[in-house]
């Protein structure tokens, strides 16, 4: 972080000269008007100094025994921590191809020795305005940049979290149809079925406009106590067109009599989806599937606090390898597998915001050509106060 970002000094000067006169009167002058000062008597020790002093401007004298002003500012701009750092010789050299050279390098100035006051102090308010300008402005540019990028996560996600539920709900009126003659009855269950599953959808879309409303690059959580076996049950619900029409067998093993989690239900759901969806695309059909939870004990080799649920969710597919496992969280990161999608690698990277808010942990195990195990950590809620 620059000095300019505090406001008790007007910055921090580095003097870079030989002549122990001309440093004398550049410091006593630059603490005058409330500069803090640094001084090196030659452009190695400068270069080794400013990585950790970081000044915000450099006067560089440019006749200096062992490595001159010229080598020294190219050194440093050759170097990109230091590479900002605006640098002002200072010169007795009146051919102005000498000043060229000094600006080709990288110099955005020079003062003329003997010094005259006036000028040093102009100069340097001038390019102090203008490095603090150009901090400001890189970042906004970063703010921005970060800004637009969680609205690309976010919009994608959207469409992302929505597939799913859409495309299970399509399966069931395409089945309906194709099952049913030009008069059409509807069965009372598969109505309740459908109002069920439109319930869930629109209060996914809820969650996750609020979401973005609350924090462009957050997720806000409404946690409170519930049963997993029913976050788990209703999140398999939706997705059960999409096993039965690719031939997946889900073995459900979330017992009923776990501990409640302190979670947001809908964003946990999302996670369920996300994981089981994920292995059916990267998978070959027949998959295999199971999901299971259990209380967090010292014999799981897995790092997790206390008073945590570890649930899973296995597979019997390809597997990646361990490479592959490492990036695997990363927004954009997509498994390799014989059935690649066209999905933008968002779904694994929205599973770790998820559960990351909520203070849980999540990784994976896998093997090629055995299958993956993802797992992740959830809170229990704490008991009732009698």
């Known amino acids: 972080m620059s000095n ?22 550049l410091v006593s002058l630059l603490r005058e008007f409330g500069y803090k000062t640094l001084v090196a008597e030659d452009g190695e020790s400068a270069i080794a100094q400013i990585p950790y002093a970081r000044p915000d401007i450099i006067l560089l004298d440019v006749m200096m025994p062992g490595i001159d002003g010229f080598e020294t500012c190219e050194r440093l701009k050759a170097t990109p921590d230091t590479a900002e750092i605006p640098i002002i010789f200072m010169t007795a050299l009146a051919d ?13 100035d020079y003062i003329t020795k003997p010094f005259d006051r006036e000028e040093v102090l102009v100069r340097l308010k001038t390019h102090l305005t203008i490095q603090k300008l150009n901090l400001s402005l890189k970042q906004e540019i970063e703010e921005r940049k970060r800004a637009e990028k969680a609205l690309w996560v976010f919009l994608h996600a959207v469409s992302h979290d929505l597939r799913n539920p859409v495309t299970g709900m399509n399966m069931v009126l395409q089945n309906f149809l194709e099952e049913s003659d030009d008069k059409i009855s509807i069965n009372r269950g598969v109505v309740e079925r459908m109002t069920q599953s439109n319930n869930r959808l629109l209060n996914l879309i809820d969650s996750l406009l609020e979401s973005h409303a609350n924090d462009i690059q957050g997720i806000a959580l409404k946690c409170q106590p519930v049963k997993l076996s029913e976050i788990v049950q209703g999140a398999v619900y939706d997705l059960e067109p999409i096993l039965r029409e690719n031939h997946t067998t889900l073995l459900n093993q979330v017992s009923p009599d776990l501990p409640n989690v302190n979670v947001d239900a809908l964003q946990v759901g999302r996670v369920f989806q996300n994981l089981i969806a994920n292995a059916v695309k990267h998978n070959a059909p027949n998959l295999n599937l199971k999901i299971t939870a259990h209380p967090h004990t010292t014999e799981d080799k897995v790092e997790a606090p206390p008073q945590m649920l570890i649930c899973t969710v296995e597979d019997n597919g390809t597997g990646v390898s361990p490479e592959q496992c490492e990036s695997m969280f990363e927004l954009y990161a997509q498994g390799a597998s014989k059935r690649r999608s066209l999905g933008l690698g968002l779904g694994l990277y929205i599973c770790k915001q998820i559960v990351d808010a909520h203070g849980g942990s999540i990784g994976i195990k896998s093997e090629v050509n055995v299958g993956s195990q993802f797992w992740f950590t959830l809170p229990i809620a704490n008991p009732p106060v009698a």
């Not at 102005?96 to 955005?108: E, S, Y």
Request: negative net charge; aromatic residues 2%.
């Open 4 to 25: 300019l970002d505090n406001k008790s000094t007007p910055g921090t000067i580095l003097v870079v000269d030989d002549n122990p006169n001309n440093l004398s009167v």
């Open 96 to 108: 102005t191809i000498d000043k060229v050279r000094g600006f080709n390098l990288g110099a955005v």
